[in-house]
């Protein structure tokens, strides 16, 4: 019988340095608070500007959509803050839903107060909120909601924009609409739209008013309140970039009229239907210590409440996520998001995958440009992608995209993957080949033809030294393997295929020394970055044919490099099946936990991107998605040793399954395989793992 999720603990009090609560669904983005109707943090996919620093496009921070004020007997939430307690924060992963409880002692009298917020999934362009209030003596009582377009809890922190057109009390079919507004991003580079309904769902007589301020979106409701009834409010906001409308907030306020007509239990309701569908995938670890199960359904929950089938400008390394102490890289696409996200959403949410992958296919002029600029031909992807265009948007000098070839390589490597596990013709023919065929041409005019067969010099692996190296593994066998894709894709939709590629594949010079694959010509342990488990990557997730020699060889050299690198972002969370394909259960059951476990944050349980004790010196953020996507993907790929090709999805187990130790077995009830509803069973000491086609 399936079982729903393990939410985290509520938190509770406040004072601490912790990152807020991430609520998500990969359309829009809220870091909400201790006291969520003090405003927050706001993303919305596709909505960019110029940074104010780095003058580069970057993901810009649009009004809060979920603002909001109390007011007993004439004193203000917002200016008596120091009369709020009892803080309580939950998270419930089954729904998305994050309630938030505190009391607020002021005017004579106490109100204790339950705020629930969520980002609907059936409808990504709504931010909702319910507000409930009990008092305990009898009051003069205002509620009010709206859009904030200040900064934090009255920081001088702005929100990166400007307001173009308001609107207020927008005609609505059984009520007005209350507000409207249009916020363009720094630099024009984009807008978004805004629209808010709200409504007092307890019938009491209640003034209703909004602000006289022709430039402040915010209805009160002013009535008398008693003591122990339950009041309560709803607001519903739509937010809208302006890639998908020209006139994106009046879209949004049809969105908001829409739903405010179904009601706030219907939306919600509808949300939570959605997310029991995606739970279907849920990932069980019969016989793991139940903080695996919880540190699993995190990951699973943090990556998919991430991403969407209208996630149109693709996501960033850590989603909708932003906060004031770090970058957040912008909120750019890179390579992270093909790596790790991506084969585990061709699984699990296979539209939303398809979502990401096709902002890298609308952008490929974007690629084609960089690669002219270059003296190239193909498809070169940039290292940092804006989000609007796909041109290289990292800062200045942009030394990484200097020399950071590979993300070219893994961009075709997720198309060519996508389509296997998918099995869709239609996306084969029409995005994966265009895509890795143009990487392939790509990599024909970036070879260089030595004595050796074919190199590629002044390059960068996965780890970003200051120097480039020439061969680098992670490069090279990336490219063997995106060379023979485009040789399957082509052969399977009938397009020419260059006999070029095949002879690259099999001469492209993949540096060695004593039968182990080495990171780069002239690589030395103590090189900088020297512990960096690139080549690894052959045996997984690559899946690269390797001798029993060479893979023993390349697994004795670099494993007993874990306690160097790990705590490091990326590949520390594949350490642990790089031990279970070993054959030591008992040292990937360590690994892991030092490879990924160390790395969640005790506040709802979010995954940083370095682990705080081994590098204190790093800002904390997070959800960082190469971490929690490796993790999944160990889950899903990894431990089962499964391997997508484009024979039948049964033969996809590549060697013996091989858990950490006291694990009995991975059970998902369903995943997508070749567009049909399939089971996955991986149990310890199987020949291989078991994909039951079909199975509902």
């Not at 200040?150 to 922190?157: A, C, D, L, P, Y």
């Not at 409308?245 to 879209?251: D, G, K, M, V």
């Not at 498809?379 to 290289?392: K, M, V």
């Not at 904390?620 to 999944?632: D, E, K, S, T, V």
Request: net charge negative.
């Amino acid at each position: 019988m399936r079982t729903g999720p393990i939410s985290p603990p509520p938190v509770r009090g406040g004072g601490r340095f912790e990152l807020p609560a991430y609520v998500s669904n990969g359309f829009v983005g809220l870091r909400i608070p201790d006291v969520p109707l003090l405003g927050g943090y706001a993303l919305v996919n596709g909505f960019t500007g110029e940074h104010p620093e780095k003058k580069i496009e970057a993901a810009a921070l649009v009004p809060f959509p979920l603002g909001g004020n109390l007011c007993i007997n004439g004193v203000s939430l917002d200016d008596a803050t120091h009369c709020i307690g009892d803080i309580e924060q939950a998270y419930d992963f089954a729904s998305g839903e994050l309630t938030t409880r505190f009391s607020f002692s002021a005017g004579g009298a106490r109100a204790d107060v339950e705020v629930l917020i969520f980002c609907s999934r059936d409808e990504p362009a709504l931010a909702c909120q319910q507000v409930e209030i009990v008092v305990d003596h009898a009051c003069s009582l205002i509620i009010s909601g709206g859009i904030l377009t200040g900064g934090v809890s009255g920081e001088t922190v702005g929100v990166g924009g400007e307001p173009r057109r308001f609107y207020k009390d927008l005609p609505g079919k059984s009520g007005p609409i209350d507000g409207a507004l249009r916020w363009a991003g720094p630099g024009n580079m984009s807008t978004c739209g805004l629209a808010y309904v709200t409504k007092l769902d307890t019938e009491v007589e209640a003034q209703r008013s909004l602000d006289a301020n022709s430039a402040v979106l915010n209805t009160s409701y002013l009535f008398q309140a008693e003591p122990g009834r339950r009041y309560r409010s709803t607001q519903i906001t739509a937010l809208l970039p302006g890639v998908l409308h020209r006139q994106p907030e009046l879209q949004a306020a049809r969105l908001a009229a829409m739903n405010a007509e179904r009601g706030f239990s219907e939306v919600r309701a509808r949300n939570r239907a959605e997310w029991d569908e995606l739970w279907k995938s849920r990932i069980v670890l019969v016989g793991a210590d139940p903080r695996w199960q919880a540190m699993t359904d995190a990951a699973f929950f943090y990556l998919n409440t991430s991403v969407h089938s209208s996630s149109h400008a693709s996501t960033s390394i850590f989603g909708l996520a932003t906060w004031k102490n770090y970058h957040y890289y912008y909120g750019h696409a890179m390579w992270d998001i093909e790596t790790f996200l991506v084969p585990v959403l061709s699984l699990v949410q296979p539209h939303a995958a398809a979502a990401l992958l096709e902002y890298r296919y609308r952008s490929r002029t974007g690629a084609s440009n960089n690669a002219c600029t270059r003296g190239l031909r193909g498809l070169q992807f940039p290292w940092e992608s804006a989000p609007s265009t796909g041109d290289e948007a990292a800062p200045l000098p942009g030394t990484a995209a200097w020399h950071e070839d590979h993300v070219s390589l893994d961009v075709a490597l997720a198309f060519a993957r996508h389509a296997l596990i998918t099995g869709d013709r239609d996306f084969m023919r029409r995005r994966a080949w265009p895509i890795v065929s143009g990487v392939a041409n790509w990599l024909e005019s970036r070879v260089l033809v030595t004595s050796r067969g074919y190199e590629i010099h002044e390059t960068t692996g996965i780890a970003e030294r200051e120097k480039p190296t020439n061969n680098a593994a992670f490069m090279n066998m990336s490219a063997k393997r995106v060379l023979r894709a485009a040789i399957e894709i082509g052969t399977a939709v009938e397009e020419p295929v260059k006999p070029i590629w095949n002879e690259i594949a099999e001469k492209l010079v993949v540096p060695e020394r004593d039968d182990a694959i080495i990171s780069y010509d002239a690589y030395s342990d103590d090189d900088d970055k020297g512990e960096t488990p690139d080549p690894l990557m052959a045996l997984f997730p690559l899946g690269c044919q390797l001798s029993p020699t060479t893979e023993q060889a390349t697994l004795a050299l670099y494993l007993p490099k874990a306690k160097d690198y790990i705590g490091s972002p990326m590949l520390s969370a594949f350490y642990g099946v790089w031990a279970a394909w070993s054959g030591d259960r008992a040292l990937a059951s360590e690994l892991l936990d030092e490879g990924y476990a160390a790395f969640l944050h005790d506040r709802f349980m979010q995954t940083l991107e370095y682990r705080h004790d081994r590098f204190p010196e790093q800002p904390i953020a997070g959800p960082f998605f190469a971490n929690l996507g490796g993790f999944i993907m160990a889950l899903l790929f990894g431990f089962p040793a499964l391997i997508p090709d484009a024979g039948e999805p049964k033969e996809w187990g590549c060697r013996p399954v091989n858990l950490p130790a006291q694990w009995d077995a991975i059970e998902v009830e369903r995943v997508w395989i070749r567009g049909k509803p399939t089971r996955l069973t991986a149990r310890q000491g199987a020949q291989n793992a078991v994909l039951d086609i079909g199975a509902e």
